[in-house]
C-alpha cells in the first residue's frame, strides 16, 4: 500500500484517493501528523465524527503494521469490511477466525502484507503474541473505545488496563487512546492508566447537530413505539431497552404487528447474535430491539433513529447509542421514553453492584442522566454541559426548541441556589443544598449546624422538585458544576459570580407542559426533490444488488450521504463522481460505471 512518510502531501492524498473525502474534519489533521511524527495522543471525538481516519491515514503512511485494540468481534469485521472495500490490506484476529484463517492472518503479519490488523486486547496481550511483535516493524498502536480503560467510564473493561504495557515494551511506536463519550473524569484516568503522561490531548467536541433530540413522558410505552415506528417506516433503527426480558417482550410485540424487528442481548446464542446483526448491517430487517450488549462501534452509517424505551444508567452510554444514528451527517432522531418508575427500577439495579465505590460513581452518572431527561432547557446544552462543553445558544433541534416551554424571570432564585451552594461551602451535593433552601430540619443539618445558615429556609415558597429543577438547570447553562470525584459536590463556576453580584439577569424555562410536539425533523427526503428522489431509490436498489453479490454490507459500497449527493450533483462521467463525497480512486474503478450509467439513463428520461 503506499508509503509516502516523507510526502508533506500524503495524508491528503491518502483521504482523498484511497477514502474519497476531499477535506479533514477539525483536528483530524493534527492527530495524523502528530502520529506520523512519532508522538502519542489521545483523541475525543463524537460518534461519526472521524476517529478511524486518525489512525488509518497514519498506518497507510508509516512503515510497519498498525495494531487497533477494539472491544467487540461485530466492530472489528465492520472495519475490516469497510477498509478492504477502499483496497486497504486491513485483518482482524479474533475468536472468530477458523484455525486456517487465523494462521493465514499471521503470515500475513509476518510478511509484511498488512496495513492494519484488529484485535481484541486479551489477544494483544498475550506472551506469544507480543514476543511477535517484537520481530516485526509496527506502524502504531490505536486503543479505540478507550473509555473502557477507566473505572470511571460508562463500559468498564478490567483487560483494557492491562494495555499499559504497550508503552513499556514498545516505548518507541507511537500509540493512540480514541473515544467520542468520556467526561473529564474520564479523561484524566485514561491519560493516567495507559502510560500517556507526554500525549497531547485532542478534543473536537461533542456536538452532533444532525441528531434531533427528544424526550417523551412514558405512556403506554408500546402503543407509543408503534406510534414512533410508523413514522420511520423502512428506515433502519435501534430500540434499547434495560433488560433482556424487555428485549424479547417488545421485540415480540413489534414482530406481531408487522415491524421488520429482530432481538439482541447477551442471553440468545451467539450464532443468533451474529444472525441479526449480520441481517442489520446489510439492510435485511429494519429494526433491532437490543439491551446495550448491541451496538459499540457499529459502523452502520444509515441508522435514522435511536429510541430508548427505557431510561439508560447514564449520559455516557445514552451519548454513545444516540450517536449511532446519523453517522453520515444526514438528519436522525434520538427518542428517550422517560417514566418515574425508570429510576427506582435503575437505583435498584446500582444497588446489586457489590463495590461500594462503584455505586457512588454509577449513583451520580444516574442523578446527571435524570437531571437530563427532566431538563427543560435545550437538550443539546444538557448533554453537551455535561462533557465540559458549553453550548453559546439554544440548538433549534430538540423537542425543547422546536416546541418551546413557558420562561420566567428566575434571577432571584438562581441566586438564592448560588448563594446557599456558597454558605455550605461548596461541599455538599443536590439534595442537602435543597434541603438547606426549603428549611429542612434533620439530624444531618443540626448535626452541620446549617441551621443558622442566612440561606436556610430561604426557599419555602419553592417544591423540592421546582428547586432541582432550577439547580440543574443552572449546571446546564454553566452556573454550577458537579464534582464526581468528591461526592458530587456542587461548585461555583466563574460565570456564577455576575449573577451573584446582581449585575446579569437570568431567564429559565418552567416545566414543559404535556403537549403534542408539531414539528420534528425530516428523515426521509433528505432536502431532495421528488425527481432527486426517484433517482435516490435507484441508486439504492443498485447498491444493494451489488452488496449480495458481494455480500457485502451496502453501506460499504456507499453510504446514503454519498447517494445523495449522486442524486442531488448527477455526475456522468468519472472525473465528476470522484468530486462526490466518498468516492475514491479503488471504488470508482470497482463501481463507478454502474452507478454512471445509472445516472445516465434517469437523465436521458428527463429530457
Known sequence: MLRLSEDTDAPLRVLREVFGYEDFRPIQRQVIERTLAGQDSFVLMPTGGGKSLCYQIPALIRPGTAIVVSPLISLMKDQVDALQANGVRAACLNSSLEPEQARDVLARLHGDRLDLLYIAPERLLGENFLQRLEEIPLALFAIDEAH???????????????????????????????????????????VQQLGLVQAETFIAGFDRPNIHYCVLEKHKPLQQLERLLAEHRDQAGIVYCLSRKRVDEVCAHLQGRGFAAAAYHAGLPQTRRQQTQEAFIKDEIDIV???????????????????????PKNIEAYYQETGRAGRDGLPSRA???????????????????????????????LNAMIGYAESSTCRRRALLSYFGEQL??????????????????????????????????QRFGIKHVIDVLRG????????????????????????????????????????????????????LTAEARPLLRGETRLILSKPVADKPR??????????????????????????????????LPPFVIFGDATLRQMAQHRPLDEDALLGITGVGKYKLERYGQAFLDLIAEHALETE
Open 289 to 311: 430491539v437490543a439491551t446495550v450488549a448491541f451496538g459499540m462501534g457499529i459502523d452502520k452509517p444509515n441508522v435514522r433513529f435511536v429510541i430508548h424505551y427505557d431510561l
Open 335 to 365: 427518542i428517550l421514553l422517560f417514566g418515574s418508575g425508570d429510576i427506582s427500577t435503575a437505583r435498584f439495579l446500582i444497588e446489586q453492584t457489590g463495590n461500594e465505590q462503584q455505586r457512588r460513581i454509577e449513583g451520580h452518572k
Open 392 to 425: 453559546q445558544q439554544d440548538c433549534g433541534n430538540c423537542d425543547i426548541c422546536l416546541n418551546p416551554p413557558e420562561r420566567y424571570d428566575a434571577t432571584e432564585d438562581a441566586r438564592k441556589a448560588l448563594s446557599c451552594v456558597y454558605r455550605v461551602g
Open 518 to 551: 408539531r414539528r420534528r425533523p425530516d428523515t426521509t427526503d433528505f432536502g431532495l426533490d421528488e425527481q432527486q428522489q426517484r433517482i435516490f431509490a435507484h441508486l439504492r436498489a443498485l447498491r444493494k444488488r451489488l452488496a449480495e453479490e458481494e455480500n
Open 440 to 491: 429542612a430540619d434533620t439530624a444531618r443539618i443540626r448535626e452541620l449546624g446549617h441551621q443558622h445558615l442566612s440561606t436556610h429556609g430561604i426557599g419555602k415558597h419553592l417544591s423540592e422538585q421546582a428547586w432541582s429543577r432550577i439547580i440543574r438547570q443552572l449546571i446546564h447553562h454553566g452556573f454550577l458544576r458537579q464534582d464526581i470525584a468528591h461526592y458530587s459536590s456542587l461548585k
Open 148 to 190: 473502557c480503560v477507566s473505572q470511571w467510564g460508562h463500559d468498564f473493561r478490567p483487560e483494557y488496563t492491562q494495555l499499559r504495557l504497550l508503552k513499556e515494551r514498545f516505548p518507541g511506536v507511537p500509540l493512540l487512546a480514541l473515544t467520542a463519550t468520556a467526561d473529564p473524569q474520564t479523561r484524566n484516568d485514561i
